[in-house]
């Protein structure tokens, strides 16, 4: 469950930083991407892996 919490919170955080305008976030809006792609697959990931096991 954490996983997937941790996860949801990467996503959030690559949306942020792909949509601000804030002049701080300027270096890190290059990784905006790879933060919103790591929190898809971990999302996919954890869900995929509790199918398996059938805990979903």
């Known amino acids: 469950?954490?996983?997937l919490f941790?996860?949801?919170l990467?996503?959030?955080f690559g949306i942020f930083?792909?949509?601000t305008k804030d002049p701080g976030?300027?270096?890190s809006k290059k990784f905006s991407?790879?933060?919103i792609a790591i929190g898809i697959l971990s999302i996919?990931?954890?869900l995929?892996?509790?199918y398996q096991t059938g805990k979903l």
Do not use: T, Y
Request: glycine residues 8%; aromatic residues 16%; without cysteine.
């Open 17 to 19: 930083l792909k949509v």
């Open 10 to 12: 990467i996503l959030i």
């Open 1 to 3: 469950m954490f996983q």
């Open 25 to 27: 976030f300027e270096k």
């Open 48 to 50: 995929v892996i509790n």
């Open 6 to 8: 941790l996860g949801l």
């Open 44 to 46: 996919i990931g954890k």
């Open 33 to 35: 991407w790879m933060f």
